[in-house]
């Protein structure tokens, strides 16, 4: 079974409705190869394709918002804002260290009966043509943007 990494976001985050994108790739270092990326797609779509593909093997899939940006200072806005965060990060990773990190999740010590009971089942992937269609409302979706 691989692992499926994606945002946790609340239900009326505007990010939702953002075209979503999957990159795949190998879930140990044995496994040397260029990772796939997919997308766009609509975020049921891609985390439903994704549980469908990493059920299975030993495989990570990263589900992540697409940003269409279509100009050289929304990018670069994005880039500095990416910055910030991390910078706030590390600050919070020095206090950490100083102060103790207590936003840390605590290893609960789950043995492999629990594991396998919070195991969620991968939903029923999408038809190809409902995937199409996600491409259509995706592409009216950032035409509609445009300026």
């Known amino acids: 079974m691989g692992a ?3 945002l946790e976001l609340p239900d009326d985050s ?3 409705d953002l075209p979503w994108i999957i990159t795949i790739g190998p879930l140990s270092d044995e496994d040397e190869w260029e990772p796939v990326v997919c997308g766009p797609y609509e975020r049921p779509h891609a985390i439903a394709l994704a549980e469908a593909v990493v059920a299975d093997e030993e495989l990570m899939a990263v589900v992540e918002p697409l940003l269409a940006l ?3 200072d929304e990018i670069q806005g994005e880039i500095g804002a990416a910055r910030a965060a991390a910078e706030d990060e590390e600050a ?3 206090d950490a260290e100083v ?3 207590y936003d840390e999740l605590v290893d609960v010590g789950l043995n492999q009966e629990e594991i396998e009971e919070r195991r969620l089942e991968p939903a029923e992937p999408p038809t190809p043509t409902e995937v199409r269609a ?3 409302r995706i592409a ?3 035409i509609s943007r445009a300026p």
């Open 70 to 72: 279509a100009s050289v």
């Open 4 to 6: 499926l990494v994606t």
């Open 92 to 94: 919070e990773a020095e």
């Open 99 to 101: 102060y103790g990190d």
């Open 140 to 142: 009216e979706q950032l």
């Open 134 to 136: 996600g491409f259509v």
């Open 14 to 16: 505007p990010v939702l």
